[in-house]
């Protein structure tokens, strides 16, 4: 267990197989087999954005990792927090280039956001701790650590390196100044004005904080089209994801004045297609980034609610609770009223 990283998503081969022992011998840190890289990788991904903490991988060698690189795509985009430990071979082997050899420095590069090589067995501790401290950066990032086989073999001294808690994050003053004058125009003269919120502005307290904020203003809150979890469900916040066709997206924000970006990037459509936009936005609409991915999202919403003086008694716009009371008895067209009770839970 290295700084409350305790899950390893592995698919090893034999250059891993004493950083498998090393696990057998740690029963804190839990390990996860997959049947290929992809699979380890689309794991931990998932992993990462439920847990919210950082995931760790087990992947065989550059091919290994090269395997894996399409969910890392996936996890990157979607901020998750891994820490990618890929084997190498032993230094005095690279020279020999076995039929395994390659540069993983280069494969990983396109999808990490930093990339380590571990020096020797002493440096393990502290590049371990280095790479959890990158990937449990806001708002998540990967971390890869390439570990060769004799680092992972030969003797390392016991202290264990601790990571670097990442530092307190402070409001944009100007920032969240800008966001609450558009947002008392809104209120003031009806101004067509979209909050988009993406990140952990999609969960909890902070997408009620939202929703509060746009019933009090007479904005409207929506969530970028792509996000790696929303909270939704009975009696939970309602809101919408920008549209993903073109037509219907550029319909949504037609007319739209001011776009208050809180976590999210200002949409544009999935692919290009003749004659049709790329940017979703009208020219003339106003793009106002409040918060960044990496900052306290619902800090800086309830920091903007203050700015514009969201009473205590305005309600977020939910869906209808959840009501346990099923019907019972046999289910026919009669008793359809049970489906519309599982859509409601799912929506």
Partial sequence: LINDVDT????????????VAALDRKPAMRCVLGLSESVVTGMADGYARMAE???????????????????????????SPIVNIVGDHATRHLALDAPLTTDIEALAK??????????????????????????????????????????????????????????????????????????????????DTVIL???????????????????????????????????????????????????????????TAQVILVGAKAPVAFFAYPGKAGRMLPAECRVIEMAKPGDDLGAALQALSERVGVAADVRPVTGAAFDDALPGGRLGLERI???????????
Avoid at 53 to 79: M, S
Avoid at 218 to 229: F, L, W, Y
């Fill in 53 to 79: 903490k950082p995931a760790a991988t087990l992947l065989h060698l550059g091919p290994g990792l090269a395997n894996g690189l399409a969910n890392l795509h996936n996890a990157r985009r979607a901020n």
């Fill in 337 to 347: 009223e049970i489906v519309a009770a599982v859509g409601n839970t799912a929506s």
């Fill in 197 to 255: 919120l993406s990140g952990t502005a999609l969960r909890g307290d902070a997408l009620v904080t939202a929703s509060r904020v746009a019933v009090a203003t007479g904005a409207r809150i929506m969530a970028q089209q792509s996000n790696a979890r929303i909270e939704r469900g009975a009696g939970r916040v309602v809101i919408d994801r920008v549209p993903y066709a073109v037509d219907r997206a550029l319909a949504t924000f037609a007319g």
């Fill in 8 to 19: 390893c998503f592995a698919n090893p081969g034999t250059s891993e197989m004493h950083f």
């Fill in 110 to 191: 396109p999808m990490s956001h930093w990339v380590r090589r571990v020096a020797d067995a002493a440096d393990v501790s502290r590049a371990a701790a280095d790479a959890v401290s990158i990937a449990a950066s806001p708002p998540g990032r990967i971390a890869t650590l390439i570990l060769a086989a004799d680092a992972a073999w030969s003797e390392a001294p016991e202290e264990i390196a601790q990571s670097e808690p990442p530092p307190a994050w402070r409001p944009d003053e100007a920032r969240l100044r800008e966001a609450a004058d558009a947002l008392r125009r809104s209120r003031s003269d009806g101004t």
